[in-house]
Nanobody, 127 residues
């Protein structure tokens, strides 16, 4: 089964950008749909973005539309979340998740639909 490792988090000023990476190992990454979630202190984990096995199908939470871009490079076994125009309310631990799927266009937006999770990377946006 796949293992996931996030990186790229850090401290950034409001209006800045970060790119998170999710490195997959242990299985063929292209067989997995993937998503990004986040959890702020005292809040529940929430959906951010998702992509199918093929990056041609993506889906975003309303609060990141136009600011964040999810992508993947299956040849590098890596997924990405480009975060632009960051706001203090984007401060959270960001998690990538993956689910094995035999349908190339399927994607998922709820926590329970994902089988595999990374350990998370902290993103802090200062005002």
């Amino acid at each position: 089964q796949v293992q996931l490792l996030e990186s790229g988090g850090g401290l950034v000023q409001a209006g800045g950008s970060l790119r998170l990476s999710c490195a997959a190992s242990g299985d063929t990454f292209s067989n997995y749909a993937m998503g990004w979630f986040r959890q702020a202190p005292g809040k529940e984990r929430e959906f951010v973005a998702a992509t199918s096995r093929s990056v041609g199908n993506t889906y975003y939470a309303d609060f990141v539309k136009g600011r964040f871009i999810i992508s993947r490079d299956n040849a590098k076994n890596t997924g990405y979340l480009q975060m632009n125009s960051l706001k203090p309310e984007d401060t959270a631990v960001y998690y990538c998740a993956a689910r094995w799927v035999n349908t190339i266009w399927a994607l998922f937006s709820t926590i329970g639909e994902y089988e595999h999770w990374g350990q998370g990377t902290q993103v802090t946006v200062s005002s």
